[in-house]
Structures are given as C-alpha cells and as structure tokens.
C-alpha cells in the first residue's frame, strides 16, 4: 500500500494522553510517503512538545491561529488548502463538539472549516465520555457531514477503565488514511512497462544480451499499481519477483517484445518503455550450435525494431514514455529523443554515474517533456519510480 505517496496530510493533534502516539503517527504517515505538517491545540502542548512532532515531521508545527509570523509564512487558509487529508488524532471530546458546532476559536478548528480536504478523525477519551449520547450524537452529525472514523478501540484506559475509547493505533490510523486515497491517481487507466534486457539468439545455446536488471521497469509497474493502475508488464529475461496487482507477460527477444506490446497497445493508455532492448540481433540464427573451427569468424547483424516509437506512432497511441540512458550530454541527446521518437515524456538518466543505473537499487533522472523539465534527486527505485508516476499523472491532466 502507498496510496499516500506524495500526499499532504494535516495532522492536528488535540489534548487527550494519546497525544503521545501521535509522534508515532507521524512516522507511519511518512513510511507510506505522506508529506506531514502538524497543527497543536494548546490542550495537546501539555501532552506533547510540538518540538518532538517538529522533529519529528521536518516542518514547523503551527499552534496559534493568530501569529503574524506563521500568518506571513504558512498561514490557516494555506494550510487549508495544502492539505490533502486533515486527520485529527487524537480527537477529543471537546475538539469533536467543537468541530460539530463549526467553531472557529483556534488553528485546527478553523483549518478544519476552510479546508476543501476529507477529514478522518481518530477519537480518543474516557469510555464513559465516549458512550455520553452529547459524544454520539456529535460523532453521527460529523459522519453524516463526510467525516470519516478510525476507532476508537477497547481496552485498559490510561485512566483505569475499561471500555471503548482508546485511540487506535498508529499503524491502524495510518492504514485507514491510506486506505481513503485507493482510488488513486492513476485510478481507471491501464498502464502496459517494458521492462528489462532482451536476448537475441545466435544458435540454441549463445545470445547478445546486456545487463539491465529490470529493476527500474518493476518499480515503475508497482507504482503504477500503486497508483490504481491496472498494469501489465512485458518483461525480457530477469530475476524478480512481479510485483503484487501486476500483470507479467514473460518475452525474450526484441521482436516478441514489440508483438507482446502491439497486442496489448488497444488496451493501453500510458506506455512506459523502460526496457533495455537490444539494438541489433544476429542476421540470422544458427538452427545448431555454432562450431569453433574458424579462427576468426565475424556477425551479421541487423537492426531491431524501434518499440517505443512504434508505440508512440501508432494510431490512437497512448501516452508514451521514454528513458534516455546516456553519458554525456544527457539532457540534449533526451531532447533529440523525445522529438525523434513521438515521446510525450523522456525519463533521462546519467548513467556513468555508477552509484545509480543499472545494477543499482537507486536512480536520479531528469523528466522531460515539450515545454518542461523537473529533476528527481538520487533516491531508491520505488521513489523514482513514484515520482514519475506522479507526473504522468499530473501531464495527462494537464493535456
Ligand atoms: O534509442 P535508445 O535505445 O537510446 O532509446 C531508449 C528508449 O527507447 C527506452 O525507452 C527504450 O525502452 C526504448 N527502446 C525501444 N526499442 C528499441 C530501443 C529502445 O523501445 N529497439
């Protein structure tokens, strides 16, 4: 699951014990890619040090709702508008009679009335408070306003009793937070990767191949699922596992794989090409193995056929994405190609720099487009990889 990735959530945490759990929350958010920003009731300040979800969030934690500093910087209506999610854990009693009433008479209740965002509340308190009909019926007025609900749970109390009230788990909170975006950016389009090596014969026992180990094509199909996609991946010879919620079609050659992809291209609507296809394939393949008598012996060879400009030139083609593997000049030669291949998008990566490319677990890129380019900092695969899928996205939006 990282329906979260790249995500904004607005944590706002109100002044209940549980408070404590909330810096937990935070890295749970952040393990599933959410970006998090903090807001504090003042209740919650006397549980918690906004330093350590400061710290612990990377962002400055907002407390006051008049403050002309944060009002010059980030202030309420721009937090409002940031966030993608605002999740309130805990909610107290009061902070849910509050929210019921529409106050605006600190920071979180007033983000919580200007902002557009779904909001997902984690209540928290006494289980007699959380069985008092004032708490249920302002728990059942919010819900029938949108509000989601995670928990409460049952068990010991910090107070002593027994009973439901208990803040969920972090884990659980952030499951259900993850759980609201499954639509997905990319939720509905069916997305065909290309990923790997192909091998092309010589006889039946030797073949011109290269050392892409798929790696790069497999994140991307993942974050294509991820992301809602219904994903297949037409994969050359390679040593992983398919990813969950992926399609796998097994080729070997250039040739089978532009077949596999051609039959797939009615069904596609973004094309990523990240497969390291061979250029040339022997001119022709020897039905039995090629014997060393000779002392010198020489290859024909022809060239393969261009998949991803086929693709890209093909009548209602989907939205095509390229990667540019070059060692000079990267960013130029990307540029030709986009052009010469009827690219909508060019992932272009550098790849005499050793730490990343091939082998490696982690990749930095440039992504190109007609009219635009954004640069992705050296991270793992899978980040890459959403980062990308993130701007597909956001480019068949804006097209
Ligand atoms: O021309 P070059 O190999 O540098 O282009 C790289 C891009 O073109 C990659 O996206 C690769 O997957 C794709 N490609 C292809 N078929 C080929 C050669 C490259 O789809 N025969």
Partial sequence: MAHLFNRNVLLGVSGGIAAYKSAEL???LQERGARVRVVMTRGAQEFITPLTLQALSGNPVHTE???AGAEMGMGHIELARWADLLLVAPATADLLARLCQGRADDLLTTVALATPAPLLLAPAMNQQ???????????ATLQGRGAHLVGPAEGEQACGDVGPGRMADPAVIADAADALFTGGELSGKRVVVTAG????????????SNHSSGKMGFALARAAADAGASTTLVSGPVQLPTPDHVQRVDVVSAQDMLEQCLTLLPACDIFIACAAVADYR???VQDRKIKKDAQETSLQLVRNPDIVAAVAAAEHAPFTVGFAAETNDVLAYA??????????????????DTAIGFNSDQNAATVLWQGGEEALQRASKDTVARQVMALIARR????
């Avoid at 540029?335 to 005499?352: E, F, P």
């Avoid at 068949?396 to 097209?399: H, I, M, S, V």
């Fill in 197 to 208: 090596p192909t091998r092309e014969a010589l006889d039946p026992v030797r073949y011109i």
């Fill in 65 to 67: 709702l008049l403050d």
């Fill in 129 to 139: 408070m959380w069985r008092d009909p004032a708490t249920a019926d302002n728990v």
């Fill in 396 to 399: 068949l939006t804006a097209g």
């Fill in 26 to 28: 935070v890295r749970q």
């Fill in 282 to 284: 022997p001119a022709a």
């Fill in 335 to 352: 540029r030709d190609k986009l052009q010469r291949k009827g690219l909508d998008m060019i992932v272009a990566n550098d790849v005499s």
